[in-house]
């Protein structure tokens, strides 16, 4: 058990470099101009959207981005966890936020990195963006009988490093459940992916999806497991935890994402190939917040809190 854990850590440590060197690589080549972040006081003082806040983040460096998230949760007042580790694989900081009180617990995630040389506007500032917009709605609406934990992750872009971490020490047996946020800030529609069978959680996340308006098959699809691409909610899935990648996608390019992401060939050529919105900026240095869309953002938002309230 320990040998197949550490050979499925192995695996994922080389995907993770080979998807940073990738990166490194292409993007150098890359000649789209850079655009300077704004000074963060200026974002922390300014408005709180998801598009505002994924200022934070967005063209900054991995250090920055990490210290941009503690800086913006201390400046808030909100109590927050720090779960540094220093790994074979890396050194990180994941930051984790609790609301509400209660036994049970949604684990939402958001990862704060980005791969070499991308801005990281839509993976994945954009989710953290979501989730710290969505602390400011909880905060004044609590559900009384579920804890909603925000986890900010450090290192996704190097096979899921700290959320493997956090699982490492995490109290596995209350989690009611896991969505990882990859991907929120473009298109009209949520897939809920990575999802191998029918749990309880996903009936609740599907009933939330319902609930708020969406429409199996049109505005929101429950897409099986991904070959080429993952997110942190892998490291719970392999623990046993229900735990599902959420995004949003352009209705519009269903069937041409459905080929790309399905072919593995395709998907591990994307470098080279043409790719469907959204990831023709996907890990490139097109990957800025002038792509982003509000709509994309208020319907990422609108279904968590669907499904929160719904779990809860
Ligand atoms: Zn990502």
Redo the contacts with the bound molecule.
């Keep these: 058990m320990r040998r197949s854990a550490s050979l499925h850590d192995a695996a994922l440590y080389l995907r993770g470099q080979i998807n940073t060197r990738l990166s490194r690589v292409f993007n150098a080549w890359d000649r789209t101009p850079r655009a300077v972040p704004p000074p963060l006081a200026a974002v922390i003082a300014g408005e709180r959207s998801p598009l505002a806040l994924s200022r934070l983040l967005e063209g900054r460096s991995n250090p920055e981005r990490e210290a941009a998230v503690a800086r913006y949760l201390g400046a808030r007042g909100v109590a927050f966890a720090r779960h540094a580790f220093m790994s074979s694989e890396g050194p990180g900081e994941n930051f984790s936020v609790d609301l509400g009180s209660g036994n049970r617990v949604l684990l939402l995630i958001a ?1 704060h990195d980005a791969v070499p040389g991308s801005p990281g506007a839509n ?2 500032a954009a989710a953290v963006g979501v989730l710290l917009t969505l602390l400011e709605r909880l905060s004044t609406s609590l559900p009384p009988t579920l804890r909603v934990r925000l986890l900010f992750t450090a290192a ?2 190097r096979g899921y490093l700290g959320a493997r971490q956090y699982v490492r020490e995490a109290n596995l047996a209350e989690l009611a459940g896991v969505l990882s946020l ?1 991907l929120c800030g473009i298109g009209d529609s949520v897939a809920v992916w990575d999802v191998a069978d029918e749990t309880p959680f996903l009936g609740r996340v599907r009933a939330a999806l319902e609930g708020c308006g969406l429409r199996r098959d049109e505005s929101y699809n429950i897409v099986g497991r991904i070959p080429m691409f993952g ?1 942190d909610h892998r490291a719970f899935a392999a623990a046993g935890v229900p735990a599902y990648g959420l995004t949003l996608v352009p209705a519009a390019q269903a069937e041409a994402l459905r080929l790309f992401i399905f072919s593995p060939m395709r998907s591990a050529l994307r470098y080279l190939v043409r790719r469907p919105v959204p990831f023709d900026t996907y890990h490139t240095a097109r990957d800025s917040g002038s792509t982003l869309e509000p709509a994309a953002l208020a319907v990422a938002l609108r279904a968590l809190e669907a499904v929160v309230a719904e779990v809860a």
């Design positions: 990862h993976d994945n996704e872009e990859e997110s």
